[in-house]
């Protein structure tokens, strides 16, 4: 089995920062992707930002220019880091990776997800 564990979340005032880590572990041969989702109270789960095991990313457009993902393969983690924080960021950020497992199957996989709640 492949967990992925997040941490980072809180509260924090408009324009501030946080960063959220997610670490995976278990039986893990390869991880491909790794990403960020995002769901906000009677919204549907949207894509944050996403980055390969090579290094490209992808963000959705109302976080460009703020949020920056990064990963480090040699722990198995990947990170948000977010700044200019808005009130409309609030919502549960999820944690997802994709790769091969020890047994030769493919996995995909979710984090239990982090509160971020920004006040004005």
């Known amino acids: 089995q492949v967990q992925l564990v997040e941490s980072g979340g809180g509260l924090v005032q408009a324009g501030g920062s946080l960063r959220l880590s997610c670490a995976a572990s278990g039986s893990i041969f390869s991880i491909n992707a790794m990403a960020w989702y995002r769901q906000a109270p009677g919204k549907q789960r949207e894509l944050v930002a996403a980055i390969t095991s090579g290094g490209i990313t992808n963000y959705a457009d109302s976080v460009k220019g703020r949020f920056t993902i990064s990963r480090d393969n040699a722990r198995n983690t990947v990170y948000l880091q977010m700044n200019g924080l808005k009130p409309e960021d609030t919502a549960v950020y999820y944690c997802?990776?994709?790769?091969?497992?020890?047994?030769?199957?493919?996995?995909?996989?979710w984090g239990q997800g982090t509160q971020v709640t920004v006040s004005s």
């Open positions: 997802n990776a994709d790769g091969v497992a020890t047994t030769g199957y493919r996995y995909n996989r």
